[in-house]
């Protein structure tokens, strides 16, 4: 990786984990602590984020922000920045009409089905417990599954 240009070290781990600075003005190469390599490679990383970043209206000429920034989208007359990333991917118009589709086939279900239905395909609700709390038989509500199953098949093609 390369250092920022301003940036007046080039810094480095050697083979043997030795932490290197090298001084880029007059070339000196020396060995220093990990505390130290830790502190040169922030501020390396804080020159590079501002180098990186974009100019934001109102702050200092030199002063660049992070790219997904609020104050990105806000700089006025910026026809190259676009606020693509704030566009919400999903759709409305599909979630409402998928939730009328499943209200109106709920209302096409018997009182029974219906129960079923929410019991046991929306919550999850197991058929043994299902049947054991209504004191059904266990194939009784398997085979109102696959009546709603039937009428769902038929419903949502």
């Given at each position: 990786m390369k250092t920022p240009a301003n940036f007046e070290y080039d810094l480095w781990v050697s083979e043997d984990g030795k932490c290197m600075v090298r001084i880029k003005r007059t070339g000196e190469t020396c060995e220093v602590s990990r505390e130290t390599m830790r502190l040169l490679r922030c501020e390396e990383k804080r020159l590079r984020r501002s180098q990186t970043g974009v100019p934001v209206s109102g702050c200092h000429e030199d002063e660049?922000?992070?790219?997904?920034?609020?104050?990105?989208?806000?700089?006025?007359?910026?026809?190259?920045?676009?606020?693509?990333?704030?566009?919400?991917?999903?759709?409305?118009?599909?979630?409402?009409?998928?939730?009328?589709?499943?209200?109106?086939?709920?209302?096409?279900?018997?009182?029974v089905q219906r129960e079923i239905y929410v019991s046991c395909i929306l919550n999850g609700l197991s058929y043994k417990e299902f049947a054991a709390r209504k004191g059904v038989t266990y194939q009784s509500v398997q085979q109102a599954i696959l009546l709603i199953r039937k009428k769902a098949k038929k419903f949502f093609k």
């Amino acid at each position: 990786m390369k250092t920022p240009a301003n940036f007046e070290y080039d810094l480095w781990v050697s083979e043997d984990g030795k932490c290197m600075v090298r001084i880029k003005r007059t070339g000196e190469t020396c060995e220093v602590s990990r505390e130290t390599m830790r502190l040169l490679r922030c501020e390396e990383k804080r020159l590079r984020r501002s180098q990186t970043g974009v100019p934001v209206s109102g702050c200092h000429e030199d002063e660049k922000k992070a790219l997904l920034s609020l104050d990105y989208v806000s700089v006025e007359d910026a026809e190259e920045m676009s606020p693509a990333w704030l566009e919400d991917h999903t759709s409305i118009e599909n979630d409402v009409e998928v939730q009328i589709l499943e209200r109106e086939f709920r209302a096409s279900l018997t009182l029974v089905q219906r129960e079923i239905y929410v019991s046991c395909i929306l919550n999850g609700l197991s058929y043994k417990e299902f049947a054991a709390r209504k004191g059904v038989t266990y194939q009784s509500v398997q085979q109102a599954i696959l009546l709603i199953r039937k009428k769902a098949k038929k419903f949502f093609k």
